[in-house]
């Protein structure tokens, strides 16, 4: 008698053969799906194909062992896993491979992903949370190979969080005692990557309850296993991470792929491990197959031998798998094929059915340009140009929105100088058109929802009459202790950030007092902090993950740029990862502790915040405030600004430091003066001794610059100074250009000026570590000085003659 995995109650041999020729349907319908899926690409009707053939079976069996909370972490090829649980239909499949924009139609992305990038929705309309204890959860995939590795690490400590912190017994809607599996998926060959490694060597390390299931077929797109991985086997080489009484570990698990019973009994044992042990374990499933070659942009005759393609012919686990449903008499020959039959029909039917759905609004709003553009060509005297343009577009029989908007953008050229009703008509419909469409396309890079974090309000820190200064970095300690106190789900975590209390003594004693679990040490390896971070996000804790310096973070870069801000944006708002990187960096001494790079990061973590705080209070106003909405921000805390002195509020943890709002932090007449973080200090230091040569300089820290000066104060200050100096210590281009940029593009400041805007940054290298390094690579004083008063000088030489 078999076993029901999810009940493990005793099925009856009728309740078990229903149960296999269910997954025998599921397997068939997933490979169908795949075979006409490629075709679809090739006849141009999608764009690229990424199919999970070869890995059914497996992915079946994992189905069975995966219960309501658990979370899936994988890659593009887990479709028929998706269908197992419930979470993909054939209408669904080709929706995301034609790009549907309607989340009805693909609620994966909303034709934001290719095809084979799967989420679930975690958040409502609202932007609050769903139970995600209730039902079985993917997170949402990206291409870049490995990837998906640092955030399966924080799905799965989220549980060990969940079961072992105080105080969150209530968040029952996020976990049941911490009972949930992280579940990961990956090729053989991507283990080659460095974040395999990094998350194999973490979860080891913290003992979290995840699975990672390494689908083996021997090859990584057309390069053979033996220029991947050591002995051609991960299993083999991760044999070091197997648990024994000595020392914790993995359980490390190997299964042959087409063996349909070992599969079932191999995930039920991984499954059981990691969720009743909180052990990692790895499933390492051998002898697959990819009977259509990586994607569609290649075949795999061109890199097999014929001896491999027989064997694969041969040992395709759905022909193993129809095999072993024969040999034991669940079925036979003639109903397995009209089941064949019935699948084939079904998945041409819905695809048809996805593609009419897919393509029938576009021909209604191409049909409405045509009419209005035959109504243009009769009132034109450039009626033969405009229905050239017109027959075109008619000609389309499949028509996109691009070439939709392009042709009637074309056509108001011929009108430029005409003035009719009918261009009037065109005009309006085609800015309509795109108030409709574009948000189809650019929706949700930012949250949505009431608690965005640009729309909470400053609350300003107050003080005792008697308060008296004290070391900046106790402002952050007791703020964090505050909202350690009141929160229990927040939670941070970084090297030397738990027993020392980070390596500038801002959580001085928080270790002590919260516990380990909530402020923690983790190991050198940045990648897998952020991960932590965006996998605890992503269930409902508020973790704060730690980089020790700026210049590390470029180790977490791609996961940060890659997966942690474009989560609400390629899931259409239908996921959250509401994570604050902690960081410090600005002027110190070195090349690796200069911390400047921030025209890199304001162009490649578009989607979440980045706040420059010239101060220990401003900073903690920034902690506050992002804890107060759903979104992820960066907070660069000034290196050199620790040990300066500060008033501790008494309004801790309460205080706000508003987003993407200008300070104006000295008033003046003559020259506007722009800056950030620790150079700010340095701008301030310049403008009194401008003001003793008579020049009047109002200076104003931008606090953030993803946003940046969203009430457009910047330009008010140019409007009264017609004078523009923009001061930054990052490279020349960097971020005084982009800053420069806002002024001038969208603020239109000038139209106030009298003198050109400037620039003045940091020389086009990294500060050397000498004792003068920061002086000669970064601006000074005297720079600052010394360029105004040039632009004084262009102005009034007489009041202002040469210095040198």
């Given at each position: 008698?078999?076993?029901?995995?999810?009940?493990?109650?005793?099925?009856?041999?009728?309740?078990?053969?229903?149960?296999?020729?269910?997954?025998?349907?599921?397997?068939?319908?997933?490979?169908?799906?795949?075979?006409?899926?490629?075709?679809?690409?090739?006849?141009?009707?999608?764009?690229?194909?990424?199919?999970?053939?070869?890995?059914?079976?497996?992915?079946?069996?994992?189905?069975?062992?995966?219960?309501?909370?658990?979370?899936?972490?994988?890659?593009?090829?887990?479709?028929?896993?998706?269908?197992?649980?419930?979470?993909?239909?054939?209408?669904?499949?080709?929706?995301?491979?034609?790009?549907?924009?309607?989340?009805?139609?693909?609620?994966?992305?909303?034709?934001?992903?290719?095809?084979?990038?799967?989420?679930?929705?975690?958040?409502?309309?609202?932007?609050?949370?769903?139970?995600?204890?209730?039902?079985?959860?993917?997170?949402?995939?990206?291409?870049?190979?490995?990837?998906?590795?640092?955030?399966?690490?924080?799905?799965?400590?989220?549980?060990?969080?969940?079961?072992?912190?105080?105080?969150?017994?209530?968040?029952?809607?996020?976990?049941?005692?911490?009972?949930?599996?992280?579940?990961?998926?990956?090729?053989?060959?991507?283990?080659?990557?460095?974040?395999?490694?990094?998350?194999?060597?973490?979860?080891?390390?913290?003992?979290?309850?995840?699975?990672?299931?390494?689908?083996?077929?021997?090859?990584?797109?057309?390069?053979?296993?033996?220029?991947?991985?050591?002995?051609?086997?991960?299993?083999?080489?991760?044999?070091?991470?197997?648990?024994?009484?000595?020392?914790?570990?993995?359980?490390?698990?190997?299964?042959?792929?087409?063996?349909?019973?070992?599969?079932?009994?191999?995930?039920?044992?991984?499954?059981?491990?990691?969720?009743?042990?909180?052990?990692?374990?790895?499933?390492?499933?051998?002898?697959?197959?990819?009977?259509?070659?990586?994607?569609?942009?290649?075949?795999?005759?061109?890199?097999?031998?014929?001896?491999?393609?027989?064997?694969?012919?041969?040992?395709?686990?759905?022909?193993?798998?129809?095999?072993?449903?024969?040999?034991?008499?669940?079925?036979?020959?003639?109903?397995?094929?009209?089941?064949?039959?019935?699948?084939?029909?079904?998945?041409?039917?819905?695809?048809?059915?996805?593609?009419?759905?897919?393509?029938?609004?576009?021909?209604?709003?191409?049909?409405?340009?045509?009419?209005?553009?035959?109504?243009?060509?009769?009132?034109?005297?450039?009626?033969?140009?405009?229905?050239?343009?017109?027959?075109?577009?008619?000609?389309?029989?499949?028509?996109?929105?691009?070439?939709?908007?392009?042709?009637?953008?074309?056509?108001?050229?011929?009108?430029?100088?005409?003035?009719?009703?009918?261009?009037?008509?065109?005009?309006?419909?085609?800015?309509?058109?795109?108030?409709?469409?574009?948000?189809?396309?650019?929706?949700?890079?930012?949250?949505?929802?009431?608690?965005?974090?640009?729309?909470?309000?400053?609350?300003?820190?107050?003080?005792?009459?008697?308060?008296?200064?004290?070391?900046?970095?106790?402002?952050?300690?007791?703020?964090?202790?505050?909202?350690?106190?009141?929160?229990?789900?927040?939670?941070?975590?970084?090297?030397?950030?738990?027993?020392?209390?980070?390596?500038?003594?801002?959580?001085?004693?928080?270790?002590?007092?919260?516990?380990?679990?909530?402020?923690?040490?983790?190991?050198?390896?940045?990648?897998?902090?952020?991960?932590?971070?965006i996998g605890m996000a992503m269930r409902g804790l508020r973790p704060i993950a730690e980089i020790q310096y700026l210049d590390y973070i470029l180790y977490a870069l791609q996961i940060m740029s890659d997966d942690l801000v474009t989560v609400q944006y390629r899931t259409k708002g239908q996921q959250k990862a509401p994570l604050i990187v902690r960081t410090r960096g600005h002027r110190l001494e070195g090349i690796w502790h200069s911390g400047s790079q921030m025209g890199g990061l304001i162009h490649l973590l578009r989607g979440m915040y980045i706040l420059v705080p010239r101060n220990m209070t401003k900073a903690a106003g920034f902690y506050n405030t992002l804890l107060t909405s759903d979104e992820p921000?960066?907070?660069?805390?000034?290196?050199?600004?620790?040990?300066?002195?500060?008033?501790?509020?008494?309004?801790?943890?309460?205080?706000?430091?508003?987003?993407?709002?200008?300070?104006?932090?000295?008033?003046?007449?003559?020259?506007?003066?722009?800056?950030?973080?620790?150079?700010?200090?340095?701008?301030?230091?310049?403008?009194?001794?401008?003001?003793?040569?008579?020049?009047?300089?109002?200076?104003?820290?931008?606090?953030?610059?993803?946003?940046?000066?969203?009430?457009?104060?910047?330009?008010?200050?140019?409007?009264?100074?017609?004078?523009?100096?923009?001061?930054?210590?990052?490279?020349?281009?960097?971020?005084?250009?982009?800053?420069?940029?806002?002024?001038?593009?969208?603020?239109?400041?000038?139209?106030?000026?009298?003198?050109?805007?400037?620039?003045?940054?940091?020389?086009?290298?990294?500060?050397?570590?000498?004792?003068?390094?920061?002086?000669?690579?970064?601006?000074?004083?005297?720079?600052?000085?010394?360029?105004?008063?040039?632009?004084?000088?262009?102005?009034?030489?007489?009041?202002?003659?040469?210095?040198?």
């Amino acid at each position: 008698m078999q076993k029901d995995p999810k009940t493990n109650a005793t099925l009856s041999f009728e309740d078990f053969k229903t149960e296999v020729l269910n997954d025998y349907k599921l397997a068939v319908t997933s490979r169908e799906c795949s075979l006409l899926g490629r075709r679809e690409v090739l006849t141009g009707k999608a764009k690229f194909g990424i199919f999970g053939d070869g890995k059914e079976i497996p992915q079946l069996a994992w189905a069975k062992a995966f219960k309501d909370g658990d979370w899936r972490s994988g890659y593009y090829r887990d479709q028929t896993f998706m269908m197992a649980i419930g979470e993909l239909t054939i209408l669904q499949f080709f929706a995301g491979l034609y790009g549907d924009t309607n989340p009805g139609a693909d609620p994966m992305s909303g034709g934001r992903q290719m095809g084979g990038h799967f989420a679930t929705k975690s958040i409502n309309e609202d932007g609050t949370w769903r139970n995600l204890a209730a039902q079985k959860n993917s997170s949402a995939d990206i291409s870049p190979t490995a990837g998906q590795m640092p955030r399966l690490l924080g799905l799965a400590q989220a549980s060990k969080v969940f079961r072992q912190v105080k105080g969150l017994e209530n968040f029952s809607n996020f976990s049941d005692k911490g009972n949930e599996v992280a579940w990961g998926t990956i090729g053989n060959a991507s283990t080659s990557e460095g974040l395999f490694w990094e998350t194999i060597n973490a979860a080891g390390v913290l003992q979290v309850p995840m699975v990672m299931s390494v689908w083996d077929d021997e090859y990584g797109i057309s390069v053979h296993a033996k220029h991947q991985t050591t002995k051609e086997n991960i299993s083999e080489v991760l044999k070091g991470f197997q648990r024994d009484v000595e020392a914790k570990g993995y359980e490390i698990i190997k299964v042959t792929g087409w063996n349909y019973a070992e599969l079932i009994e191999a995930y039920q044992k991984a499954g059981k491990i990691a969720r009743e042990e909180h052990v990692p374990v790895l499933v390492h499933v051998k002898e697959l197959t990819q009977p259509q070659g990586h994607s569609t942009s290649g075949s795999h005759e061109r890199y097999k031998s014929q001896d491999r393609l027989a064997w694969e012919r041969e040992y395709d686990c759905n022909v193993q798998f129809r095999k072993w449903v024969l040999d034991n008499n669940f079925s036979t020959e003639e109903e397995l094929d009209a089941i064949d039959k019935d699948i084939k029909k079904q998945v041409r039917e819905g695809k048809k059915a996805a593609w009419s759905s897919f393509i029938a609004p576009q021909i209604r709003e191409q049909q409405e340009a045509l009419t209005l553009l035959t109504n243009l060509a009769e009132s034109s005297s450039n009626k033969v140009f405009i229905e050239k343009l017109k027959n075109d577009l008619a000609s389309d029989a499949e028509p996109n929105r691009g070439k939709i908007a392009a042709t009637v953008r074309k056509a108001l050229r011929y009108v430029v100088s005409e003035n009719t009703a009918e261009k009037r008509q065109l005009q309006d419909w085609v800015n309509n058109y795109f108030e409709i469409i574009q948000p189809k396309y650019s929706s949700h890079l930012y949250s949505e929802a009431k608690v965005n974090a640009t729309d909470i309000s400053e609350v300003k820190p107050t003080y005792d009459t008697t308060a008296d200064a004290v070391d900046a970095r106790m402002v952050l300690r007791d703020n964090f202790d505050a909202i350690f106190s009141k929160r229990p789900e927040v939670l941070i975590f970084g090297e030397d950030a738990g027993k020392i209390g980070d390596v500038n003594q801002g959580l001085e004693g928080m270790q002590e007092k919260y516990g380990e679990q909530r402020v923690s040490d983790t190991g050198i390896r940045e990648a897998t902090i952020l991960g932590q971070g965006i996998g605890m996000a992503m269930r409902g804790l508020r973790p704060i993950a730690e980089i020790q310096y700026l210049d590390y973070i470029l180790y977490a870069l791609q996961i940060m740029s890659d997966d942690l801000v474009t989560v609400q944006y390629r899931t259409k708002g239908q996921q959250k990862a509401p994570l604050i990187v902690r960081t410090r960096g600005h002027r110190l001494e070195g090349i690796w502790h200069s911390g400047s790079q921030m025209g890199g990061l304001i162009h490649l973590l578009r989607g979440m915040y980045i706040l420059v705080p010239r101060n220990m209070t401003k900073a903690a106003g920034f902690y506050n405030t992002l804890l107060t909405s759903d979104e992820p921000g960066l907070v660069i805390e000034c290196l050199n600004g620790y040990r300066l002195k500060e008033k501790l509020p008494t309004n801790l943890g309460e205080f706000k430091t508003p987003i993407g709002v200008v300070e104006t932090v000295k008033e003046g007449t003559d020259i506007t003066l722009i800056s950030y973080g620790s150079t700010l200090r340095i701008v301030q230091e310049a403008a009194k001794e401008l003001q003793q040569v008579g020049i009047d300089a109002e200076v104003i820290d931008v606090q953030s610059l993803l946003p940046l000066d969203l009430t457009k104060q910047m330009v008010e200050s140019v409007k009264k100074t017609n004078r523009l100096l923009i001061i930054d210590e990052d490279v020349p281009g960097g971020a005084s250009a982009y800053i420069l940029s806002e002024i001038l593009d969208n603020q239109d400041g000038y139209k106030h000026l009298d003198s050109k805007p400037q620039t003045l940054a940091a020389q086009p290298h990294r500060p050397a570590y000498g004792t003068d390094g920061d002086y000669f690579s970064k601006p000074s004083i005297e720079d600052v000085f010394e360029k105004v008063y040039a632009m004084m000088h262009e102005v009034s030489p007489e009041d202002y003659p040469k210095i040198r």
